[in-house]
């Protein structure tokens, strides 16, 4: 306003001269002063305007900010903010000159990631499902339930329905030999882990339907029962099409992108080469799920995994014993400390005189030559092998139960013998060590003995002499910490809850969700392991928390990888697959 009134006052004194000549100076006067505001008008308006400097570029850049944070605001052109309209109108200016002044104007922010939200749940004290929760994906019931209806195709050699019963657990096993307690105990198959753990996730006190601020999303496929259907007498197109099914079902969910997969988690109750076909021909054994690229960005819970490999992780066999509450399972430990045992030493098994590199012959004949050794002798036909009550039996009257490589490298044979709080004793590490580092402790001198089978082979090593030399002592101390290890290797009733103790299925979950949370946290750190080796994922393994340096190990001649395949399909890992399914013809392993 002060600007617009000075320039009238010069122009009413010239005219009031009247043509005189001081009249005429003033009239000068005033016309330079006239044109010294129209050059400080017009350097306000015009070259400040083009300046990535000045204020009007910012109130524009102010603008254009608030415009796209709320879209709805400006999709009517005329409806404009008071405060901007009072402004000139700003000089449309190129995108280079755009873009300095956007720098300027705003501060240097860090990158946020969509999985941030889920992360500070866990901070949230008041929540006790602050990052614990899990996203279930709402599968077509063509990769799970359906595969239930028709469960008479699940195997070959075993109607596997009755397995199905009781959410998965089998019928009731009946306990007229007092071998067993009273409630909990089922005929469960070995094989039947998808179901049990699909249904103890339904269960699972933190489930949510907001992805956001999950700590891991699970994918209730059964691909254990999937690649059991059709391992026999189908081409590889068959036993492939409902992994790749799967994976682009998955790859067009918006949960999938947060991560590509990686937060994903599925389980396959079986051992990972029956996922793991290394080619295309027909006779090679399996299917290639675990070899699909976005497959490999998911962690697959396995009954045994592959040592090699990162994307699988080794979940215990299921046992008999599937308690509804804490009050069973103390009872069971304290009835399994009470025990006497009789024999130092015992044995379920059957040889396996097609393979040169078994140990098994060397134990039969070892506990057949010893006084302290009860032997269980399995074959094909009708033995108590079958019979969950004479095996149980025989492992609770024995302070150490031998466990050698099954046809693979694990056996469920373990899981029963610590049920029964029989010390086990292993020959190769891969048959525990290396594979259920979430569920027993990496100590493995705590709780089992271990032998390197080696000497068994070459028969330098008497295992009776060994086990004899252990101390009283520390046998009792080893056995109580088998005992104390009981919950975390049972899978609870899916249909209820222990109170305080955490069984298979909770030490699994939390441990994915640990694994998810601490990729997710190193990748904001940009801190995530670039010499990780995947082949040694096994000594990955055994590190202890905090630890990412590997070295040279004591265990490395047993894992060496085999020179022609590469170890994940190689002959010996298929047709330990294949001799697999002797198991299901009733064979004990």
């Known amino acids: 306003m002060r600007r617009r009134s000075v320039l009238p006052s010069h122009h009413d004194d010239a005219e009031k001269g009247g043509g005189k000549a001081p009249q005429s100076r003033l009239c000068f006067l005033a016309t330079l002063c006239v044109m010294f505001w129209v050059l400080i008008f017009y350097f306000h ?76 749940t866990a901070e949230n004290q008041s929540d006790p499902c602050g990052g614990r929760y899990i996203y279930v994906h709402q599968l077509p019931p063509r990769f799970n339930e359906d595969m239930l209806r028709e469960c008479q195709r699940l195997s070959l050699w075993t109607n596997m329905c009755k397995f199905m019963s ?28 998808d179901v049990i753990f699909g249904n103890r996730m339904k269960q699972y006190e933190c489930l949510t339907k907001d ?8 994918v209730p496929f059964y691909a254990g029962f999937d690649v059991a259907r059709y391992l026999w007498g189908y081409n590889i197109s068959m036993r492939d099409a ?23 988690f599925l389980v396959g109750g079986r051992i990972a080469w029956d996922f793991r076909r290394l080619t295309d021909e027909e006779s090679d054994w399996g299917n290639k799920l675990l070899f699909m690229p976005a497959a490999k960005n998911m962690s697959m ?26 009050a069973d399972v103390f009872a069971w430990q304290d009835r399994m400390r009470s025990l006497e045992r009789p024999w130092l030493f015992s044995f379920a098994g059957a040889p396996r005189p097609g393979d040169p590199m078994s140990i098994r012959g060397k134990l039969i004949d070892q506990c057949r030559s010893s006084n302290f050794c009860k032997l269980l002798e399995c074959d094909l036909g009708e033995s108590k092998c079958h019979s969950p009550s004479a095996i149980m039996k025989m492992f609770q009257s024995s302070l150490f139960c031998l466990q050698p ?35 027993l402790p990496k100590n493995y001198t705590r709780y089992s003995v271990f032998i390197p089978e080696a000497g068994i082979r070459n028969g330098n090593v008497s295992i009776e002499e060994i086990l004899r030399s252990i101390h009283p002592d520390v046998v009792k101390q080893m056995r109580e910490e088998v005992i104390n290890l009981i919950p975390r290797v049972i899978y609870a009733d899916p249909r209820s809850k222990l109170e305080t103790l955490k069984d298979a299925f909770d030490v699994s979950v939390g441990a994915i969700i640990n694994k998810v949370t601490q990729m997710r946290r190193d990748i904001i750190s940009n801190s995530e392991d670039k010499d990780f080796v995947e082949e040694n994922s096994w000594k990955y393994a055994l590190l202890e928390e905090g630890e990412r340096t590997i070295g040279a190990h004591e265990w490395d ?25 002797k198991i299901e013809r009733g064979g004990q392993s």
């Open 45 to 120: 308006f015009s070259v400040l305007a083009t300046d990535p400097d000045g204020p009007p570029v910012a109130v524009a850049t102010e603008a254009r900010i608030a415009r796209h944070d709320l879209p709805n605001r400006v999709s009517n052109p005329a409806v404009a903010s008071p405060a901007v309209a009072s402004e000139p109108p700003p000089a449309t200016l190129p995108k280079e000159e755009e873009e300095p002044s956007a720098v300027i104007q705003a501060h240097p922010r860090e990158t946020e990631y969509p999985f941030q939200r889920a992360l500070r």
């Open 166 to 193: 009781n959410d998965g657990l089998g019928p009731p096993l009946d306990n007229e030999e007092g071998v067993f307690s009273n409630t909990g105990w089922h005929a469960t198959n070995q094989f039947a882990v």
């Open 211 to 218: 992805s956001s601020i999950a700590a891991a999303v699970f």
């Open 242 to 264: 409902a992994s790749h099914d799967l994976v682009d079902w998955l790859r067009k969910r918006p949960e999938w992108n947060v991560m590509g997969g990686r937060d994903h």
């Open 301 to 326: 819970l396995v009954v045994e995994s592959s040592p090699w490999s990162a994307n699988d992780f080794a979940v215990p066999y299921p046992t008999y014993f599937h308690p509804a509450k804490d």
């Open 405 to 439: 490589q099954g046809d693979s490298f694990t056996r469920r044979s373990a899981f029963d013998s610590m049920l029964a709080g029989c010390i086990p004793v292993f020959f190769h590490p891969g048959s525990a060590y290396v594979q259920y580092t979430w569920h």
């Open 557 to 581: 001649p047993f894992f060496s990888k085999p020179k022609d395949k590469g170890a994940d399909s190689s002959d010996s890992s298929a047709e330990a697959a294949k001799n697999s399914w």
